[in-house]
């Protein structure tokens, strides 16, 4: 029993010295996905601040392709000292019910750092489209069962998950054309040559705001504040239709946790700051303030709700 205190007494001593001392070289922040998505937007808004805040450069390297599958493995692997982090959207989560032979474990090589934003999503159809209401394009897709797309920021992304929901909820036949990321979405869905898509807000306000796509309704329960004339999905003709997508931070489950707890605080702090909160709020997200072990939680709880959800979806 002695020894054993001893022991731990050790792994403390070197946790807080490791908290204390970190961080003291560059932080590297890995996004799945490709720049100007709206994953790779909230970890820059969140690395310009703890940069400034913890006096070390912080980069944010993009590594897309596979629904995120490509960086979450390179950070899985990486060194859990707090030095390679990795933001994920809510697609991370059921990324193992979607591929095989994944070199990670969702839960087990990743521990929770924390929740970065909330952000509702939009079903979005090109600005040029006849199609005018979610009731409008069920109508479409049961008239054509089949024939109609939808596009995704990549098989398993969040983008993905949430229109499966949906073609699940509405019992409606569309087929899904995956792309490496949401700006590319948004290019081919504005364009006509996709037929529908929902993606964050944050990444296609702009878009919808110069008319090149339509806004039929939100994802989200409630409506969203940067666009409250949009019905909600239940709204808009799908009762108890909602789904959330939100953006985290992970690290190697290995880090200490002294560490992990640092990143949470100074992520706070960070979301906290008035200049962040407006720019937030000008994009849509909101921040969804969790301790790690709270956003652990969550994540258990997503994986396996959404992941019921994909298990069952048609293979793209």
Not at 35 to 44: L, N, Q
Not at 210 to 227: H, I, N, P, W, Y
Not at 283 to 292: F, Q, V
Request: aromatic fraction near 6%.
């Amino acid at each position: 029993m002695k020894r054993f205190l001893i022991v731990a007494a050790a792994v403390l001593a070197l946790s807080t010295a490791s908290a204390q001392d970190y961080p003291n070289k560059t932080i590297k922040i890995v996004v799945p996905f490709t720049a100007g998505s709206a994953t790779d937007i909230m970890a820059r808004v969140v690395g310009e601040r703890l940069s400034a805040s913890m006096g070390q450069a912080v980069v944010v390297e993009n590594r897309p392709g596979a629904g995120g599958t490509l960086g979450a493995a390179q950070v899985a692997k990486s060194e859990p000292d707090g030095y390679t982090l990795l933001v994920v959207s809510t697609g991370h989560v059921v990324n193992p019910a979607l591929y095989t032979g994944l070199t990670y474990d969702t839960l087990g090589d990743f521990a929770g750092v924390s929740p970065l934003a909330a952000l509702p999503s939009v079903l979005v159809v090109a600005g040029a489209s006849p199609i005018k209401s979610v009731q409008e394009l069920l109508a479409a897709a049961r008239a054509k069962p089949g024939q109609l797309n939808y596009a995704s920021a990549g098989v398993g992304s969040a983008t993905h998950v949430n229109a499966e929901k949906f073609r699940s909820m509405a019992n409606i036949q569309v087929t899904h054309i995956p792309f490496k990321g949401t700006p590319e979405t948004i290019v081919e869905t504005s364009s006509g040559r996709v037929d529908f898509m929902f993606t964050p807000v944050l990444a296609s306000l702009p878009t919808i705001r110069d008319g090149r796509l339509r806004a039929l309704a939100v994802s989200t329960a409630k409506r969203s504040s940067s666009m409250p004339d949009v019905p909600t999905v239940a709204e808009a003709g799908m009762p108890g239709f909602a789904f959330d997508f939100w953006i985290g931070m992970l690290a190697p489950s290995k880090t200490p946790r002294a560490v992990v707890s640092k990143l949470n605080a100074e992520i706070a702090k960070a979301l906290a700051q008035p200049e962040v909160k407006e720019r937030m709020a000008k994009l849509g997200a909101e921040s969804m303030p969790m301790s790690p072990e709270q956003f652990d939680s969550y994540i258990k709880d997503e994986f396996n709700t959404l992941g019921a959800v994909m298990k069952a979806a048609p293979k793209s």
